[in-house]
């Protein structure tokens, strides 16, 4: 830890992973650091900052001496008082010539306790700030199940047996084989066969014993009640008011309440056209495929051993799915897209691949993002995503049928959009203009990914780049705006880079003394041309400034009238 490092820590403030403790009137305790440290330890491991206010103020250790401010005496200190030994990494700091200690701890697989049996986690509390609680024996398999120690799918019922499985439900089972497009040699066995091959149950004396994936998806209602009380699905329709119109509880297996909620889903969708050409293109209110890929996520993906249920919410203008758990572990906001597949459940992710119910390639996120960009509507949106549940929100309500119909066309022309392509053509379609930065960001893939896949949109006539350099930008290509029926949008946003580049010039001038060809092209992006255009038209347009020196010398100053 250095001391760039610690400055971009102190700046963000304090987090589930980062903690400051205020030693400026009193020492912090070696069992008040232990605890914490255990904490960390036990959530998403940190790094506690000694000498450091609340609020982020670098206040210092002036108390601490000696031993107390030996970096391997505390690492020792947190070693022998944790349970198991906790390694650490201390290091001792001048920031400002202010001492601090930094003490960084890595997320341990294992749950950890104080020597005394204590053990904490960390957690966001009502106010929003981050503290350290009880960590009790009921959250330890949750935990487990987090950091992928065990996967409680895989786990066996013992007390159940091959006849615990609904028939009605293994019908299902092969029917959504047949239809989903499955491993169709599964049909050829017999039932006890198919379990076997899909690992739903083990051989145990003789006898078949289910897992909790076999229960979850072929079991009778009444033992998965008793042995999965955490299992639960609603339907639920709200109208305008908030008033819950419709409100079905859902305790079957899996391979029925699939079928159910799709049938739901089906009789609510409904449909508009756009006319491309010859063709009529439908436009439902939400993408069957995004739907549906969004429903098996939070069923696949949901902790099964907390306490909660998935909610499936149609309101008047979007989709709300939930399921309790939060992303798997290392899955975020800023990497969703891109990070590999990590699902919460291994065994039973993979039987839903194999029976063909999820994405074989494990990226069903790109399915749910694409089925919303292509119907002309709003990205998903997981940002009311948070610690105990994932939250996503598909929105409805009018969308861009012309938006859509140029991307079937790009489809039916055998030029399929790519999901990066969709996000930055949806951004630009939504914000006007683009940066690299900006697309990097949202593709989450960064720059130089980015500029590659806009240079390909160039290439296509779909986008053209306004700029050069470190002020180049990107928008819609005049093409594409007349396919959007919105010519005059076009005008408006190619237009507004002169006002824009005008503006920002003057706001230059008026905090520095004078302006030159060079700093234009690096400030508006322009060549040499350009700016030695825009410069001398900025003379004739704006009598306050004036054009200074000759040749190589010249510049421009605001002179106020």
Same mark, same amino acid.
């Given at each position: 830890?250095?001391?760039?490092?610690?400055?971009?820590?102190?700046?963000?403030?304090?987090?589930?992973?980062?903690?400051?403790?205020?030693?400026?009137?009193?020492?912090?305790?070696?069992?008040?650091? $232990?605890?914490?440290?255990?904490?960390?330890?036990?959530?998403?491991?940190? $790094?506690?900052?000694?000498?450091?206010?609340?609020? +982020?103020?670098?206040?210092?250790?002036?108390?601490?001496?000696?031993?107390?401010?030996?970096?391997?005496?505390?690492?020792?200190?947190?070693?022998?008082?944790?349970?198991?030994?906790?390694?650490?990494?201390?290091?001792?700091?001048?920031?400002?010539?202010?001492?601090?200690?930094?003490?960084?701890?890595?997320? *341990?697989?294992?749950?950890?306790?104080?020597?005394?049996?204590?053990?904490?986690?960390?957690?966001?509390?009502?106010?929003?700030?981050?503290?350290?609680?009880?960590?009790?024996?009921?959250?330890?398999?949750?935990?487990?199940?987090?950091?992928?120690?065990?996967?409680?799918?895989?786990?066996?019922?013992?007390?159940?047996?091959?006849?615990?499985?609904?028939?009605?439900?293994?019908?299902?089972?092969?029917?959504?084989?047949?239809?989903?497009? +499955?491993?169709?040699?599964?049909?050829?066995?017999?039932?006890?066969?198919?379990?076997?091959?899909?690992?739903?149950?083990?051989?145990?004396?003789?006898?078949?014993?289910?897992?909790?994936?076999?229960?979850?998806?072929?079991?009778?209602?009444?033992?998965?009640?008793?042995?999965?009380?955490?299992?639960?699905?609603?339907?639920?329709?709200?109208?305008?008011?908030?008033?819950?119109?419709?409100?079905?509880?859902?305790?079957?297996?899996?391979?029925?309440?699939?079928?159910?909620?799709?049938?739901?889903?089906?009789?609510?969708?409904?449909?508009?056209?756009?006319?491309?050409?010859?063709?009529?293109?439908?436009?439902?209110? *939400?993408?069957?495929?995004?739907?549906?890929?969004?429903?098996?996520?939070?069923?696949?993906?949901?902790?099964?051993?907390?306490?909660?249920? $998935?909610?499936?919410?149609?309101?008047?203008?979007?989709?709300?799915?939930?399921?309790?758990?939060?992303?798997?572990?290392?899955?975020?906001?800023?990497?969703?897209?891109?990070?590999?597949?990590?699902?919460?459940?291994?065994?039973?992710?993979?039987?839903?691949?194999?029976?063909?119910?999820?994405?074989?390639?494990?990226?069903?996120?790109?399915?749910? *993002?694409?089925?919303?960009?292509?119907?002309?509507?709003?990205?998903?949106? !997981?940002?009311?995503?948070?610690?105990?549940?994932?939250?996503?929100?598909?929105?409805?309500?009018?969308?861009?049928?012309?938006?859509?119909?140029?991307?079937?066309?790009?489809?039916?022309? +055998?030029?399929?959009?790519?999901?990066?392509?969709?996000?930055?053509?949806?951004?630009?379609?939504?914000?006007?203009?683009?940066?690299?930065?900006?697309? #990097?960001?949202?593709?989450?893939?960064?720059?130089?990914?980015?500029?590659?896949?806009?240079?390909?949109?160039?290439?296509?006539?779909?986008?053209? #780049?306004?700029?050069?350099?470190?002020?180049?930008?990107?928008?819609?290509?005049?093409?594409? !705006?007349?396919?959007?029926?919105?010519?005059?949008?076009?005008?408006?946003?190619? #237009?507004?880079?002169?006002?824009?580049?005008?503006?920002?010039?003057?706001?230059?001038?008026?905090?520095?003394?004078?302006?030159?060809?060079?700093?234009?092209?690096?400030?508006?992006?322009?060549?040499?041309?350009?700016?030695?255009?825009?410069?001398?038209?900025?003379?004739?347009?704006?009598?306050?400034?004036?054009?200074?020196?000759?040749?190589?010398?010249?510049? !421009?100053?605001?002179?106020?009238?």
């Amino acid at each position: 830890m250095d001391e760039d490092q610690i400055r971009k820590i102190v700046t963000s403030g304090e987090s589930l992973d980062r903690e400051f403790k205020s030693e400026l009137h009193r020492l912090q305790t070696e069992d008040e650091i $232990v605890s914490d440290i255990v904490a960390m330890a036990n959530t998403n491991g940190g $790094v506690l900052l000694l000498g450091v206010e609340d609020d +982020g103020t670098i206040t210092g250790t002036p108390k601490r001496t000696g031993p107390q401010s030996d970096p391997a005496k505390i690492k020792a200190t947190i070693y022998t008082k944790t349970v198991p030994n906790i390694n650490t990494r201390v290091t001792v700091l001048q920031i400002d010539e202010i001492r601090i200690i930094s003490i960084e701890v890595d997320q *341990y697989p294992e749950i950890c306790s104080t020597s005394q049996g204590k053990a904490l986690k960390r957690i966001i509390n009502t106010q929003g700030k981050p503290e350290s609680v009880p960590f009790y024996p009921r959250d330890h398999l949750s935990r487990r199940i987090h950091v992928q120690a065990i996967d409680l799918t895989a786990e066996l019922v013992d007390t159940l047996t091959f006849e615990s499985f609904n028939p009605v439900a293994l019908s299902w089972l092969r029917r959504i084989i047949q239809t989903r497009k +499955g491993e169709q040699t599964l049909l050829e066995l017999t039932d006890e066969d198919l379990v076997k091959a899909l690992k739903l149950v083990e051989t145990k004396d003789g006898g078949l014993i289910p897992n909790y994936s076999g229960l979850l998806l072929l079991g009778k209602e009444d033992e998965i009640r008793k042995h999965l009380p955490s299992h639960e699905v609603f339907f639920q329709v709200i109208d305008d008011q908030g008033d819950v119109r419709v409100n079905d509880v859902l305790h079957s297996p899996l391979a029925i309440i699939l079928q159910e909620i799709e049938n739901r889903f089906s009789a609510r969708n409904s449909e508009r056209e756009v006319i491309v050409g010859l063709f009529r293109v439908p436009i439902p209110d *939400y993408s069957s495929e995004g739907f549906r890929e969004a429903m098996m996520n939070a069923i696949v993906h949901r902790d099964y051993s907390k306490t909660g249920s $998935v909610f499936i919410q149609w309101q008047s203008d979007h989709l709300l799915i939930t399921n309790p758990g939060g992303f798997p572990e290392g899955v975020t906001l800023d990497n969703l897209l891109i990070h590999e597949p990590k699902p919460r459940n291994p065994r039973l992710a993979e039987i839903f691949r194999r029976i063909g119910l999820v994405e074989t390639t494990g990226r069903g996120v790109d399915k749910i *993002y694409i089925g919303q960009i292509a119907y002309g509507r709003p990205v998903p949106d !997981y940002t009311r995503t948070d610690q105990d549940a994932v939250r996503i929100v598909l929105n409805g309500g009018e969308s861009s049928l012309e938006f859509a119909a140029l991307v079937f066309e790009q489809d039916r022309n +055998g030029k399929s959009l790519t999901l990066d392509e969709l996000l930055i053509l949806n951004a630009l379609h939504t914000e006007r203009r683009i940066t690299t930065h900006e697309a #990097g960001h949202l593709i989450q893939k960064g720059a130089n990914a980015a500029k590659a896949t806009l240079e390909r949109l160039i290439e296509r006539g779909l986008v053209q #780049g306004i700029g050069e350099k470190s002020g180049r930008h990107y928008m819609l290509s005049p093409k594409v !705006y007349k396919r959007l029926n919105e010519s005059s949008q076009y005008v408006r946003a190619k #237009g507004f880079d002169r006002i824009q580049q005008e503006q920002m010039i003057i706001t230059w001038l008026k905090a520095h003394p004078r302006i030159t060809r060079s700093d234009v092209m690096e400030l508006c992006g322009l060549s040499k041309g350009q700016a030695s255009r825009l410069l001398i038209s900025m003379t004739e347009k704006y009598s306050e400034v004036t054009r200074e020196g000759v040749g190589k010398g010249t510049s !421009y100053v605001w002179k106020d009238s």
